[in-house]
């Protein structure tokens, strides 16, 4: 009776002591693990204008640091980007719990045009497969400024939530245009648009480079900084097909500038450009 008791005590100490080893938080993602296999396929949605809201933006991808921040007005919401995957490739499982909660909402923006050269590798393993050349672009006047929302209030995990919530992308139109003229399978990946089917889309010419940012100064977690200052998203035109059904949805701010921000009711209609990961002049996120 006594050694029963004993092994029942020390069966329950030792799961008492694995506990929060299987409790803990998977680690964040490699930068170039995270930013190759992240895809948003961006829908256009119904006109709304938010609250007067000034932003100051400064770049945080080494390319670009030198160039001045600059304070920018949110303006009308044109675009919802939502996360892919393309030709049924799902990201890997140490990046799909991540990659599948970064939603960004897009408004429209005015800045000073820069007019930086800048030569664009792509990332993902399946334009590289492609042999998609390497081009040269120069990127010019700010456009859009994407920022991170969830969706139907689903919230991501905590620790995937302390990441992607950071995520804001400057989007500066773009020349030369050249048509792409891949086909490629895309699939939903955030659990609110994981019911729809896959849908086959047609790419067209590439529009913006949009660039990583930080607002007003704020102080971003060291490891977060080190994964969001690498994602560098090249926007091409997409021919798609709606969702077979009207899609609407309600929008929440999550990154702390914005949390403020009124709940937006959103309604998404056909998509009309799928962003695509990028290196820029050869500086490629680390391993």
């Known amino acids: 009776m006594r050694l029963r008791r004993f092994l029942a005590f020390a069966v329950a ?19 170039l693990r995270f930013a190759s296999q992240l895809d948003l396929e961006c829908f256009k949605t119904d006109p709304y204008t938010p609250p007067p809201t000034y932003l100051k933006t400064s770049h945080l991808n080494p390319v670009l640091a030198n160039l001045p921040a ?26 799909f719990p ?26 993902n393993p399946v334009l590289r497969e492609m042999g998609i050349p390497t081009k040269v672009v120069k990127m010019y006047a700010p456009e859009q400024l994407c920022v991170p929302v969830i969706k139907n209030g689903v919230v991501p995990p905590a620790e995937v939530l302390r990441l992607v919530r950071y995520i804001d992308l400057k989007c500066y139109s773009e020349f030369p245009q050249q048509e792409l003229g891949v086909g490629l399978w895309l699939r939903q990946l955030n659990p609110v648009l994981a019911n729809q089917p896959p849908a086959f889309a047609k790419v067209r010419a590439n529009r913006q480079l949009c660039v990583p940012v ?6 971003i977690p060291p490891d977060v900084l080190n994964v969001v200052r690498w994602i560098d998203l090249e926007k091409y035109d997409i021919d798609a097909p709606p969702f077979p059904n009207s899609v609407g949805l309600v929008l929440q701010h999550i990154n702390p500038q914005l949390v403020n921000l009124p709940r937006e009711e959103v309604k998404i209609y056909a998509p009309n450009q799928l962003a695509l990961p990028v290196a820029k002049n050869g500086v490629f996120p680390p391993t």
């Open 13 to 31: 100490a030792g799961l008492a002591c694995a506990a929060p080893a299987a409790a803990a938080a998977p680690a964040v993602p490699s930068p």
């Open 70 to 95: 600059e304070v920018v007005k949110l303006g009308n919401r044109e675009q919802l980007c939502v996360p892919v995957d393309k030709n049924y490739r799902t990201p890997t499982p140490d990046v």
């Open 98 to 123: 991540w990659v599948r909660f970064v939603d960004l909402s897009c408004y429209r923006i005015e800045g000073q045009p820069v007019g930086f050269p800048l030569k664009l590798d792509h990332l």
């Open 214 to 219: 930080r607002k007003n100064d704020q102080v």
